[in-house]
């Protein structure tokens, strides 16, 4: 199985800060990657998909980059509506895996 | 705009059987993939397997193996998945979620997520 590993699993920031998540997967995985966003009691919510595009409806401050075994979530300047836990979601070969998740809350 | 609704929540005995439906509204997951993912209390997320209805391909992760059923009703757009032998630490929120392709996909849309409490 490929094992996805977040990094850092928890962070603390301001709104308006630039906040990056990385996601390393144990063997390439090309671009087949997504990154979701879960706030608590609900489902989680597509925000990335093949590494770098974004879903629509989804705030252009939301970026992706990355391919091979490295990827970053990143989020320009942070909003209060961003507090939530993120994951990525490796989608290259079955079994499908996710990462631990990296919580961002306020600082 | 597709959106999955899925079963109310489960309380069960160790040991028991529960089934989760997860019916497609405003349109049809037949031409798609459909997955199930569980998440335990304060937990991440982990995949359970998918099914292909218009296929009838199935696909399990091997943790589950012999324990999960997934199916689907093309009829109803309606997917089921069943875990049996069912012990404490199967106490979860249950997912399912569409792959809008054939299957190793993302997923969108998620289902509201569907609480199964494994309790004596």
């Known amino acids: 199985d490929i094992q996805m590993t977040q990094s850092p699993s928890t962070l603390s920031a301001s709104v308006g800060d630039r906040v990056t998540i990385t996601c390393r997967a144990s063997?390439?995985?090309?671009?087949?990657l997504a990154w979701y966003q879960q706030k608590p009691g609900k489902a989680p919510k597509l925000l990335i998909y093949?590494?770098?595009s974004l879903e629509s409806g989804v705030p252009s401050r939301f970026s992706g980059s990355g391919s091979g075994t490295e990827f970053t979530l990143t989020i320009s300047s942070l909003q209060p509506d961003d507090f939530a836990t993120y994951y990525c979601q490796q989608y290259n070969s079955y079994p499908v895996t996710f990462g631990g998740g990296a919580k961002v809350e306020i600082k | 705009q597709v959106q999955l609704v899925q079963s109310g929540a489960e309380v069960k005995k160790p040991g028991s059987s529960v089934k989760v439906s997860c019916k497609a509204s405003g349109g049809t997951f037949s031409s798609y993939a459909i997955s199930w993912v569980r998440q335990a209390p304060g937990q991440g997320l982990e995949w359970m397997g998918g099914i292909i209805p218009v296929f009838g391909s199935i696909n399990y992760a091997q943790k589950f193996q012999g324990r999960v059923t997934i199916t689907a009703d093309k009829s109803t757009g309606t997917a089921y998945m069943e875990l049996s032998r069912l012990r404490s630490e199967d106490t979860a929120v249950y997912y399912c979620?569409?792959?809008?392709?054939?299957?190793?996909?993302?997923?969108?849309?998620w289902g509201q997520g569907t609480l199964v409490t494994v309790s004596s």
């Open positions: 093949k590494a770098s």
């Open positions: 063997q390439s995985i090309s671009s087949w």
């Open positions: 979620a569409r792959d809008p392709h054939e299957g190793l996909s993302w997923f969108d849309p």
